[in-house]
């Protein structure tokens, strides 16, 4: 599949480099096409990988990764062009951080919105899934890095869409089905996003990020 | 040990069985001393159990249990009287949650503040310690109902607080101390209150409360 990726930071290289290696097309996505990280990055991840315009990788690909800072991840989806987003999935991977205010971060939106509510309305036909935004990309690539249970939130407001994410997140990560706990429409985001907060504060105090969050859900209880 | 809680809800009245039964003095306030539910309450309970009002359960407490609605957590707290809880532990256990936009609730304050730093800041001398507040409450009083690794978040700002309510938690509720994860200071309740839209919308979807969150910590990555 093409795939088109916002941003070349290590989210977006490090998800690329996981889609290169299954053998799909993957174009790096930046501000000005020729981007040092990303035209660098092009040259190591091998006859799949190439690097444009965020406008160049949203029409280049099938499907489009947001894995922008926060702060520029509405900014990004514009220059990306709705046009060239219609109607394909767009995983917002991104999160509301602010870091204006010091350490650890605030969000800059939450509670009655969120950030993959301001991508969607920036890109009114694409068909965003919030997925991937509450664990390091390391183990967002590779679940089975961390041993033990451990979930994946994932939720969207277009089924198909988050059938053909869900896909690939098993097929080309290796995500298992009952690890992807789909939280309903596309405002479930408020809570995934929401959950950064206790990320934050875990990574400062374990002083890595090789954790991830798991729900225990037991049975019914009978009463 | 006397305990005195705030709210005659069902939290509250769990929280106080679990104690009495475990032979705990437990006073039950309100904000009138003789409300129905208490009084009933009391006579149910058992010797080690009375009720009365907010006040009365803050004076009569050596350790407070805030367990009201979110919503009138602060004037609860002014009506039990920052002179009666000086001094003391109290266990925020309330959710900042706003039900008057409709189902799920969003969160009356959050982000760059917490509900359990308007209670502290209500009862600036009282030694709050944020907990309890990220599960249902029969699984508060007894995890071993829900089976495999689940967690209880705890924060505050004087760590004598927080060891002794970490001692009640094990001692009365049989937590063990490595369920029990300490994020520092009470700001922390930012991040744990941030939590609950994440569990109200698995509480909807499920239908049942008989789940936790379990944070999956792998050791430190070899780089």
Redesign the interface.
Known sequence: MKVGILGTGMVGQTIGNALAAQGHLVMLGSRQAGKAEAVAWARSAGVNARQGSFADAAAFGELIFNCTKGDAAVAAITAAGPVNLAGKALVDVSNPLDFS?GMPP??FV???DSLAEQVQRAAPQAKVVKALNTLNC?LMVDPS??????DL?ICGDDADAKAQVQGLLTGAFGWKPAQIRD??PLS?A???E??L??W???FG????A????????????KD
């Open positions: 205010k605030s969000l939450g509670n009655t390391y890095k961390l041993a033990g249970d451990h939130f939280l309903g479930g408020r809570a995934t929401a959950l907060p206790l934050i504060r875990l105090s374990l002083g890595h090789n954790f991830n969050f798991h729900m225990n859900i037991g049975p019914a209880p």
